[in-house]
């Protein structure tokens, strides 16, 4: 059964903080991981990664993949009040296109 | 921009009501997805679509059904709605390709069953 496990589950900061979040996975015949934020509404997309040690980069946040250790980290540099969210990991199930989520963390930043 | 809409933002049901929850995509998406969302549980898969009249069951089916007579909509059904199934429930869509897994949202349905 494929797994993915997010850590920590829930982050409180204070803004202006560098953050780290964890996604580690166990999936057959890995394909990508997906990271997405959600904050009231809709889970919106924020990165693919399919290649290890390659960054991916958008403005404060970044990620990137470990393929030999099974894991991805988020990096927000600088938070703001407006990254308060839940981020969710995600990754494709083998031979489908079902995506198996973490529990996903929780992120509040406070002034 | 994509857009996957549901019908209802917030919605409330007595036990034993049959409940329908409504879904369209406006991008021609062949993967349609039905999550239900619990805190602690994360988002669990119910049911998808990967074309018209083509359904598969998820993680968690039980007490569901669905349906998708055209391309845009996939409606998720509630038989006899129970208490259990309070909870925050998220549609999506997807390309069907084999390198973008990414899926499109909408915002959601928070139902409550009395």
């Known amino acids: 059964e494929d797994k993915v496990v997010q850590s920590p589950l829930s982050l409180v900061v204070h803004e202006g903080d560098t953050v780290t979040l964890n996604c580690s996975y166990e999936?057959?015949?890995?394909?990508?991981l997906l990271w997405y934020k959600q904050e009231k509404k809709a889970p919106t997309f924020l990165f693919m990664l399919?290649?290890?040690?390659i960054e991916k980069k958008s403005g404060r946040l970044s990620s990137i993949l470990d393929k030999k250790e099974l894991f991805s980290i988020l990096n927000i540099t600088a938070t703001q009040t407006g990254d308060s969210a839940i981020y969710l990991c995600?990754?494709?199930?083998?031979?489908?296109?079902?995506?198996?989520f973490g529990k996903g963390t929780k992120l509040s930043v406070i002034p | 921009d994509v857009k996957v809409t549901q019908s209802s933002r917030y919605l409330v049901k007595r036990t034993g009501e049959k409940v329908f929850l409504e879904c369209v995509q406006d991008?021609?998406?062949?993967?349609m997805f039905w999550y239900r969302q619990d805190p602690g549980l994360g988002l669990r898969l119910i049911y998808f679509?990967?074309?018209?009249?083509?359904?598969e069951k998820g993680d968690i089916p039980e007490g569901y059904s669905v349906s998708r007579e055209k391309k845009e909509r996939f409606s998720l059904i509630l038989e006899s709605a129970s208490t259990n199934q309070t909870s925050m429930y998220l549609c999506?869509?997807?390309?069907?390709?084999?390198?973008?897994?990414?899926?499109?949202f909408g915002s959601g349905t928070q139902l409550s069953v009395l």
């Open positions: 995600a990754a494709p199930s083998a031979g489908s296109y079902q995506l198996t």
């Open positions: 991008m021609d998406h062949e993967n």
């Open positions: 999936v057959t015949n890995f394909r990508s």
């Open positions: 399919t290649s290890s040690g």
């Open positions: 679509s990967y074309d018209v009249k083509m359904k």
């Open positions: 999506a869509s997807s390309l069907w390709s084999a390198t973008n897994e990414k899926l499109f």
